[in-house]
């Protein structure tokens, strides 16, 4: 999937077994953050409509939409994005925050609403509940936005367990004064600005203990904690980085797995809460939580599709990838799947390859084991077989850390590795196939017949799919 010819790295087996088929493929990993709305909202709508969006998260942001001397909450903008979800083929996830000025000490949205009295605070809730609830059907609702980060939350974690069980309790009366059956509306959170045990522990315990509802329990991740990208150095124009000299522009330890272990710790953590049943969600990830000139390359969908395969693999049931487009003008991030004029990025090509896949998931193998093989490039593999017998294989070759700075933009790279798909359990004789690749060199799309295997160069910062009728 280069033009190299001569690739660096060690050849690679993917192996398929048709025959071996398990559960379904998680769509439900396809989620966003913070939509288009407004100039460019039915463009950003189509795009993201066509890779089968589940989950669409955003602020009800109650500070900027409350009047302190007036005491009115005014919906507009809040229903704006409510649609613009609606309109890409997202469910809404409102995320219950921020508090008015007013019902702080000090003026700061990020204080716990009233000093911890919470009166007007549950009446603002309830109030703005019940009017999404009815008129636009809303069902979940997150409790707060990273409560464990100060910038987001400048109280304690016992002051956030109080106004969780408030807030809870809120939404739930307004569900029942609008006639919907509190079931049906879901309330989660806490969206932890990582899966963080000191927080997690008590939260579960609390929410237990007071028998609240969690029908989710969400925290977030992004790829180069705890670094957040060269902004921070002041400049968008990154030189080459020399390993063991920093600061790194970008952490040498990133690994696209920390997300399948972060699932599975927060699954052991839950078995000890037997009465909870709350789904699992990374409701916001991205490769980085600032700047990055990485997200806007094939580098970005190689990391996407190694986190995708991760999760899937550990059971995770809903994620939301922050964000939907690009600002414009552009601000610290560049977080879209989008840029700001709505082109889409080489990581949207990620996800709808994911949506392609859709199916039954296939048994693969991969030869050598790739578990330790990051620094050298690291090749996996997610296969699907349709209804109608077509069988599809996600493939990647993702390197986190490139001391030279070249993160695949060029073709080729140290990172390529030849790869040779192997499909058992086909029928007999010439089967039709297309390879969609993007990488460093831009997209193209190759066809041909395949009697079941076929060998290819996947250079290294690159996805592809592999499609056989």
């Known amino acids: 999937m280069t033009g190299s010819s001569a690739p660096v790295g060690a050849p690679v087996t993917v192996q398929v077994d048709t025959a071996d088929s398990g559960r379904a493929l998680n769509e439900g990993l396809i989620g966003t953050n913070q939509p288009v709305t407004g100039a460019g909202e039915t463009a950003a709508a189509q795009a993201m409509s066509a890779l089968g969006v589940d ?9 900027a939409s409350y009047n302190c001397a007036t005491g009115a909450w005014d919906p507009t903008a809040l229903d704006a994005r409510v649609q613009a979800d609606r309109a890409m083929g997202g469910t809404p996830e409102l995320i219950v925050d921020y508090s008015p000025s007013c019902m702080t000490t000090f003026g700061r949205s990020s ?12 009446s603002l809730v309830e109030r703005a509940a019940f009017h999404e609830i009815s008129a636009h059907g809303v069902r979940i609702f997150e409790v707060w936005n990273e409560p464990d980060n100060p910038e987001f939350w400048e109280g304690t974690e016992a002051d956030y367990l109080q106004m969780y069980r408030v807030t809870a309790e809120a939404i739930e ?6 006639g919907v059956p509190v079931g049906d509306v879901i309330v989660g959170g806490p969206g932890l ?4 045990p000191t927080w997690l522990g008590p939260f579960l315990t609390y929410v237990s203990v007071n028998h609240l509802s969690l029908g989710f329990v969400s925290w977030h991740y992004y790829g180069n904690y705890p670094s957040i990208g060269p902004y921070d150095e002041g400049t968008v124009d990154v030189p080459p980085e020399l390993p063991g000299n920093p600061p790194y522009w970008y952490n040498p330890f990133t690994r696209a797995q920390t997300y399948g272990y972060q699932v599975k710790f927060v699954q052991q953590l839950l078995a000890g809460y037997p009465a909870l049943h709350p789904l699992t969600v990374i409701d916001e990830w991205n490769l980085d939580a600032g700047y990055d000139p990485r997200a806007d390359t094939a580098y970005d969908a190689a990391f996407a599709a190694a986190v995708l395969d991760s999760v899937q693999s550990a059971g995770l049931d809903r994620m939301a990838f ?16 989008l840029f700001a004029d709505l082109s889409p990025k080489p990581v949207y090509s990620t996800f709808a390859f994911w949506h392609q896949l859709a199916g039954q998931q296939l048994g693969v ?33 993702y390197a986190p850390y490139d001391p030279t700075g070249g993160y695949g933009t060029t073709d080729p790279n140290p990172y390529d590795h030849p790869v040779t798909v192997t499909l058992e359990g086909l029928t007999p004789g010439a089967h039709s196939y297309t390879l969609e690749v993007l990488d460093g060199a831009g997209t193209r799309t190759t066809s041909g017949v395949t009697a079941g295997t076929l060998s290819t160069v996947l250079s290294g910062e690159s996805v592809a799919l592999l499609t056989v009728a």
């Open 365 to 397: 193998a991969l030869s050598p084991d790739q578990t330790a093989t990051d620094p050298v490039g690291r090749v996996g593999a997610v296969a699907s077989a349709a209804a109608g017998g077509d069988v599809r294989v996600l493939l990647y070759n």
């Open 173 to 178: 009366t307004a569900a029942q004064e609008a």
């Open 55 to 63: 989950w669409a998260r955003t602020d009800m942001l109650l500070d």
């Open 193 to 196: 600005l990582f899966s963080d």
């Open 111 to 122: 204080e716990p609403p009233n000093g911890g009295s919470y009166g007007p605070w549950v």
């Open 322 to 337: 922050f964000r939907v487009a690009d600002d414009q003008p552009g601000t610290l991030g560049n977080w879209g799947m």
